[in-house]
T-cell receptor, first 113, second 114 residues
């Protein structure tokens, strides 16, 4: 069965510092992986996706993620945090061959001035 | 485009009452998903539709929950009777047929059952 584990429910960084949000996946088939972002009191928004093309995926707002099969990881990074990046971030994996996504528990990112 | 529209944004009701949540997907999207988000369980898929037809309702917690999609521009999620444990934020999302994983979420309905 497909699942994702997000390491760290809360991450705090200083403005301008590197952002690293961790996600490990479990999948019996080549995975489709995604990162979504949820700003306060809003719905989720697709940040980026991996669908078996390039292993380094670039998304919106300067975020990127690297698919590492050997480590079963899909960590999200951004070189320099901005105050506007404060939000909750969800990693997700496609469930089997269906149209269903399985979401992780989320990581809340705080950016300190 | 107006995005996914959900109503009401907030609902407070008493245990035992019927609750109906509404969703208008983005025009032209073939898929519609209903999710529930709680602190304890995170984001859970309840049911999803393709071209107005329910495809998978295995996430619906029990018979008290039902969902319909009478046409391409409207869906409802009904809880009858409601219970305090149903308190959560309910999201509707839609996606185009070619890229079902590019789900566009509505702002959610925060349901409180007292």
């Amino acid at each position: 069965a497909q699942s994702v584990t997000q390491l760290g429910s809360h991450v705090s960084v200083s403005e301008g510092a590197l952002v690293l949000l961790r996600c490990n996946y479990s999948s019996s088939v080549p995975p489709y992986l995604f990162w979504y972002v949820q700003y306060p009191n809003q719905g989720l928004q697709l940040l980026l996706k991996y669908t078996s093309a390039a292993t380094l995926v670039k998304g919106i707002n300067g975020f990127e993620a690297e698919f590492k099969k050997s480590e079963t990881s899909f960590h999200l990074t951004k070189p320099s945090a901005h105050m506007s990046d404060a939000a909750e971030y969800f990693c997700a994996v496609r469930k089997g061959g269906s149209e269903k996504l399985v979401f992780g528990k989320g990581t809340k990112l705080t950016v300190n001035p | 485009d107006a995005g996914v529209i959900q109503s009401p944004r907030h609902e407070v009701t008493e245990m035992g009452q019927e609750v109906t949540l509404r969703c208008k997907p983005i025009s032209g999207h073939d898929y519609l998903f209903w999710y529930r988000q709680t602190m304890m369980r995170g984001l859970e898929l309840l049911i999803y539709f393709n071209n107005n037809v329910p495809i998978d309702d295995s996430g619906m917690p029990e018979d008290r929950f039902s969902a319909k999609m009478p046409n391409a521009s409207f869906s409802t999620l009904k809880i009858q009777p409601s219970e305090p444990r149903d308190s959560a934020v309910y999201f509707c999302a839609s996606s185009p047929g070619t890229n079902f994983y590019e789900q566009y979420f509505g702002p959610g309905t925060r349901l409180t059952v007292t």
